[in-house]
């Protein structure tokens, strides 16, 4: 089934989906957070891909989902430890540990195969943005402080680097490891980024070009490490070496929405990005001309509190370096859907 096709070298499908994730809770506390992760089945003959989506639920709980193949997803594990709403998420990359945080001021990680709490961090500030290093071996904590923390997993010691972003209301909104590791990108409601060294927190390069626009909510990098994706209304495509704009993506309705999910394909060539109206972009990352625009099925008015979409590339070895790519697009109403976007022959 196309979705919608521009001008351009590609061609996309709906491949599977739209999956519903159980019904959407109603009640006024729920919190829309999604995080998700390719993972390969390599133990079954056929090996088969598998999408991994952690959402929250009732209850302040937080849900495993499992979609294998072309089946529907199934829930895997509920993880109810939690007292308060669940205000961030994020998948170590080997998909075995969860890390979240909620208002009842608790960092936890625990398994994702057994819901086995491994470590409890109390006493945390408000935190609305985690992100694990590509290693594992850390983890990036943004907080309404307006600092960002590094959690060393070893050690199970909390560092905090103070980056200079000035004082906001919700203080980091984003914080991301660069493909390698070594250097950090963060995100403040002063509308500045800021590249630190991810070992020494030391600022590195700050971005000023969105001073004019509304505010940031997201900085994604690109596969080399060389670029980053950032905004909420429009997205600006710009060097992380020397801060240089390369362009401005305008396309998304921002004037009731935002957009609040943006990754890059896994050969750097395509960018996707979600806003909360839950409609899909996928552009070229070179030019920024638009290849498709998909939207979810969606109901105005149907969540309360905070929303969140959630967007992963399939980088498993089953389908990097076929002709096409895939991308799992979670939606904040728990929709589910796997996108295959092919090149057109000419």
Not at 138 to 165: M, P, Y
Not at 280 to 297: D, R
Not at 319 to 335: H, I
């Amino acid at each position: 089934m196309d979705i919608v096709v521009t001008t351009g070298s590609d061609k996309a499908y709906l491949q599977k989906g739209p999956f519903s994730l159980g019904d959407e809770p109603t009640d006024d506390c729920f919190s829309s957070r999604l995080s998700m992760h390719y993972l390969c089945d390599a133990i079954k003959e056929s090996a088969a891909d598998v999408v991994l989506i952690a959402c929250t639920g009732p209850d302040y709980s937080v849900q495993i989902w499992e979609q294998r193949g072309f089946q529907m997803p199934i829930k895997r594990l509920c993880y109810q430890e939690h007292m308060g709403e669940i205000t961030a998420l994020a998948w170590a990359p080997d998909c075995s540990y969860l890390a979240t945080t909620s208002e009842d001021k608790t960092l936890r990680i625990w398994n994702t195969h057994t819901g086995e709490t491994l470590s409890i961090y109390r006493e945390q500030p408000a935190i609305r943005a985690l992100a694990w290093s590509p290693d594992s071996s850390s983890l990036a904590i943004g907080s309404d402080t307006n600092c960002v923390s590094i959690l060393r997993i070893e050690e199970q010691r909390i560092s905090a680097i103070n980056l200079g972003h000035a004082a906001g209301i919700y203080g980091i909104d984003s914080v991301s490891w660069s493909p390698d590791g070594a250097r950090l990108a963060t995100v403040g409601d002063d509308n500045t980024i800021r590249i630190c060294d991810g070992l020494t927190g030391a600022t590195i390069l700050t971005y000023k070009g969105h001073q004019q626009d509304q505010w940031i909510l997201n900085a994604a990098w690109s596969p080399d490490g060389e670029w980053i994706a950032s905004g909420a209304d429009r997205i600006h495509i710009w060097s992380a070496k020397t801060s240089t704009c390369r362009y401005i993506y305008e396309q998304h309705d921002t004037a009731q929405h935002w957009v609040d999910a943006i990754a890059w394909s896994p050969d750097g060539r395509l960018i996707a990005s979600s806003s909360t109206e839950n409609v899909l972009h996928i552009w070229n990352a070179l030019t920024g001309a638009n290849q498709c625009v998909y939207q979810h099925p969606y109901t105005s008015g149907q969540l309360q509190g905070l929303i969140s979409n959630a967007l992963a590339w399939d980088t498993t070895q089953l389908y990097v370096g076929k002709a096409g790519q895939r991308l799992a697009f979670a939606s904040c109403n728990r929709v589910v859907s796997q996108i295959e976007i092919t090149a057109i022959e000419s």
